[in-house]
């Protein structure tokens, strides 16, 4: 990874801050919705106490019957048609059977449906009526009650039996209706709409199951009041809807409508709200329908005299409702429970325009970050690679250190900072290995200058000594000293013989040359010279022509054919090749032998390095120059020598490409 890549990668890092705003953003969401808990909580509980201890008719302790408002005219004819719209809110009566009462400007309602899997039936007026399957009705009013029974033999219309005397306006005749079905029957009345109930009491009797004939469940009747829903319109706060319930959650009273103000944001800013910034938020359907009883979790907690709140969306997507339920008490007992709901806009508002501003500011912040940091690490790789570029450059081809360009063009070598150390660090590092390589490339020259004075003098030496008068014993020792002398005549001559080969390569002069011409005559001048090794001559069947010394191109192919006759065994191979390529040629020498080592692959023909092993006293010493002869004649062609191993492993593979010398301009 680069160094670019690598301070974006901590560019990333600053991803923290709009992270950590958006969790700063949903807190303060969080915190927004606590105070308008807390504020509407004490608003329904003052409300609640207001209600407490006022004379207004709140519900006894206890069960109840609700009376609905009739959605729509009712005939009395013992079917439940007129009675659909309030089916989902009837009252049980008993373990299986349902109670509906409504009412409306012409009367008070009443629909039981009673399921029975047998039937026993008698006329109300029957002696045997108070056995079978019948209907115990109980009117009260005040202080008084009158009991009804109701029974009939057959469908259609029955006439009610009364039990007691005659008590207040109570009526002495109540007619309905009895329908039956395959799984019980249907009784449906209608009692004059001024009597002033003020409770009920209902029983059903079935034969089967046997029981009390006349026992009836009484209880107060519950509906919806409209002295209790002014009341709340002076009590509850505006801009809230608030209904007053029974702890099972009749409706009782109701005031206020759920309407939301302030500007209308985008979708998308209710997007951005719901998906990223709310809290979880409960549906609203439950509470958006006008029902008669608020069947809610939190009408449930407040029953039990604990106050709660819930947060529902709202009937628009970008509002939602608070909804806080709090006890009605009187005395220690719960006698109602007051439900405040309140819809807003604020709090979506607020945390989308907080978070807006927070990510705007953010991502302003990380691009500014972003761009002053990859502006600093472009600037860096820019800085480091002309610094890695200068270093290269300071190599020649041939090995040598560029000594003009060290001292004077080093770049960023005058820079305050880290990177200015380094270039001059690496200035002197490079004045230190060029004076050094320049002492070691001038040593052999310098070495066959300085020994050729005390070679001579040996040799004379050992020239006079011959004629003066030695035993037998010393002769071998001159022998052997006339050897040694002649192996240092040897090496110094071939120490020498590297600078002047350098300055003959220079010199070359170029002519115009082909050649096939020139490689198939090194060829069969090589054929004595391989003995028992298979030499094989390969030649391109056109004329290639190049720009070059022919005399240089025999020279470096000798010295290549003389590496590799010293590594192919006895009965081995050699091949020379040679084949035109774009601009150029390419002359290849392989042989079989042992492969090149890894290690030594990049520097073969280099001064001074050679793979041969140390020469055994008699041969003559090997001083890596012959490689190094081939690069010089392939460089001063402005091509390269190159050396590879066999695919096969059998062997290796010394190649020569050249590109022809450069062709000098006469003078005009």
Known sequence: MSLRQQLLLVALCTLALPVAGWLYVRQMETLLRQGQEQALTATATAVARSLAVTDMPLPQPGKGWYVQQAVNPIVVDGYGDDWAPMTPWSQSLGKQNKLLLAEDDNGFYLYIDVRAATRTRADAGDVNAASSDH????????????????????????????????????????????????????????????????????????????????????????????????????????????????????????????????????????????????????????????????????????????????????????????????????????????????????????????????????????????????????????????????????????????????????????????????????????????????????????????????????????????????????????????????????????????SRMERAIAAAEPEDVDLVDVVSGCAEAYR?????????????????????????IAQALDKLFDNALSFTPADGWLRLSLRPVDGGAEIELANQGPPLPAAMQGRLFDSLVSLREKATPGDAPHLGLGLYVVRLVAERHGGVASARNLEDGSGVAFSLRLYGMPRQRLAG
């Open 135 to 498: 209907v115990i009705l109980d009117l009260v009013q005040g202080d008084q009650h009158r009991r009804y029974l109701i029974a009939s033999a057959a469908p259609g219309a029955f006439t009610a039996l009364t039990l007691d005397p005659p008590a207040g306006d109570l009526p002495d005749r109540i007619i309905g209706q009895w329908q039956e079905d395959g799984s019980g029957y249907h009784v449906e009345l209608r009692l004059p709409r001024g009597l002033g109930l003020s409770a009920l009491g209902v029983g059903v009797y079935t034969a089967a199951d046997g029981g009390d004939p006349l026992a009836a469940d009484v209880r107060p009747l519950w509906r919806y009041s409209q002295d209790l829903s002014q009341e709340l319109v002076q009590l509850a706060p505006d801009s809230t809807r608030t209904r007053l319930v029974t702890p099972e959650g009749w409706l009782l009273a109701q005031s206020g409508h759920l309407t939301t103000s302030g500007p209308q944001p985008s979708w998308w800013s209710s997007v951005i709200y719901h998906w990223l910034l709310a809290n979880p938020l409960e549906e609203g359907e439950a509470w958006t329908t006008d029902a008669p009883r608020l069947d809610l979790p939190e009408v449930k907690t407040a029953r039990h005299g604990q106050a709660t709140t819930v947060w529902r969306q709202g009937e628009q997507r970008d509002s939602v409702v608070l909804a806080t339920a709090v006890p009605v008490e009187r005395g220690q007992t719960t006698v109602g429970v007051l439900l405040l709901e309140q819809a807003s806009r604020a709090v979506p508002l607020l945390a989308n325009r907080a978070f807006l501003s927070l990510l705007l500011t953010s991502f302003s912040v990380m691009l500014v970050a972003g761009a002053i940091l990859l502006f600093f690490a472009t600037r860096l790789s820019l800085r480091l690679g002309r610094l890695r570029d200068a270093v290269e450059r300071a190599q020649v081809n041939d090995g040598r250190l560029d000594g003009q360009m060290i001292q004077s063009h080093f770049p960023m070598a005058e820079s305050e900072d880290e990177i200015g150390d380094l270039a001059r660090s690496f200035q002197k590092l490079f004045e230190a290995v060029g004076g050094y390589t320049d002492y070691l490339r001038t040593l052999a020259s310098k070495l066959s200058h300085e020994l050729n004075t005390p070679l001579a003098i040996v040799k004379s030496s050992l020239d006079n000594l011959e004629h003066a008068e030695l035993t037998d014993e010393a002769q071998p020792y001159l022998a052997r000293a006339r050897d040694g002398v002649a192996r240092l005549g040897t090496l110094v001559r071939a120490m020498s013989e590297a």
């Open 528 to 552: 004595p010279l391989a003995g028992a090794r298979q030499l094989e001559c390969v030649l391109s069947d056109q004329p290639v022509h190049l720009h070059g010394a022919p005399e240089l």
